[in-house]
Structures are given as structure tokens and as C-alpha cells.
């Protein structure tokens, strides 16, 4: 699975950390994902991830520190728990969304729910990838 997000990861960036062939060792991007695969049995590797790593490799640099403050992501900003079975975390944060705008934004609640937009659907993406994607 890593190696099949590997292209799709920020292609925008154009930038050459991605696109080394993951066997020579070389490629940042899938050396971070794998060892954290490793590292977290439980999470192993998600779609989602991969936003994360790579912001963190394109300004940290160095990939043992980029795994490591990945680590202090997952571990002790317990971000963790939007990639856990059932997502308890991104559930939580789903409906704080949903609760805030039928508070706040009915007209944007409304209009996600008149276009058969959910709120899943619509807040998912961003909240699974740290507001990178």
C-alpha cells in the first residue's frame, strides 16, 4: 500500500523525494512510512499517513527525526486515534464539526445536507491528513 501512495503523495511539490525506487533505500518518504508501519503494529500504515510524513520530511530533512516527530504525532498528540479501528478520534471531531455548524452555520449544514453531502465525506480527508491535504 505504501508504495502505491508514494506517487500520489503531493504531486503538486514536484520534488524528488518520492520518486526514488523504495529498494535502493533511498526514497525518504517510504523509509519514514515503513518504519512506522513497524513501529505501530496496531495503525501499521493508512492512507493519511503518507500527507503526514511528507510534510514532515520536505521541512525537517531528515528522515529518523521525521519519523520521530511522526511518532510524537500519533503517541503523544494522540492523533492516533483517527487511524485505530473505528476511528473513535476522527468520530469525536466529526461530530463537534457537525454540531458546530448546526450552531453556527445552519445555512452550511443545511446546504452540505441539500447536495446529499455528508459530513464525513466532506471533513473526513481533512482532518485524516492534519489539514495537509
Known amino acids: 500500500m505504501i508504495i502505491k501512495d508514494l506517487h500520489r503523495?503531493?504531486?503538486?511539490?514536484?520534488?524528488?523525494?518520492?520518486?526514488?525506487?523504495?529498494?535502493?533505500?533511498?526514497?525518504?518518504?517510504?523509509?519514514?512510512?515503513?518504519?512506522?508501519?513497524n513501529y505501530d503494529?496496531?495503525?501499521?500504515?493508512?492512507?493519511?499517513?503518507?500527507?503526514?510524513?511528507a510534510m514532515l520530511i520536505i521541512h525537517i530533512?531528515?528522515?529518523?527525526t521525521a519519523?520521530?516527530?511522526?511518532?510524537y504525532l500519533m503517541e503523544k498528540l494522540k492523533w492516533r486515534g483517527i487511524y485505530?479501528?473505528?476511528?473513535p478520534k476522527l468520530?469525536?471531531?466529526?461530530?463537534?464539526?457537525?454540531?458546530?455548524?448546526?450552531n453556527d452555520f445552519p445555512h452550511i449544514l443545511r446546504h452540505l445536507e441539500q447536495n446529499d453531502l455528508s459530513i464525513a465525506a466532506t471533513f473526513s480527508?481533512?482532518?485524516?491528513?492534519?489539514?495537509?491535504?
Request: negative net charge; hydrophobic residues 45%.
Open 9 to 37: 503523495t503531493l504531486p503538486d511539490e514536484n520534488t524528488s523525494l518520492f520518486d526514488q525506487d523504495p529498494s535502493s533505500g533511498e526514497n525518504q518518504l517510504f523509509n519514514v512510512l515503513k518504519a512506522f508501519a
Open 84 to 87: 485505530t479501528e473505528n476511528t
Open 67 to 71: 519519523f520521530w516527530c511522526l511518532v
Open 41 to 53: 503494529m496496531e495503525i501499521s500504515y493508512c492512507q493519511g499517513l503518507n500527507y503526514l510524513a
Open 61 to 64: 530533512k531528515e528522515e529518523e
Open 91 to 102: 468520530i469525536d471531531i466529526l461530530g463537534i464539526v457537525e454540531m458546530r455548524l448546526a
Open 125 to 133: 480527508p481533512v482532518f485524516i491528513t492534519l489539514f495537509i491535504y
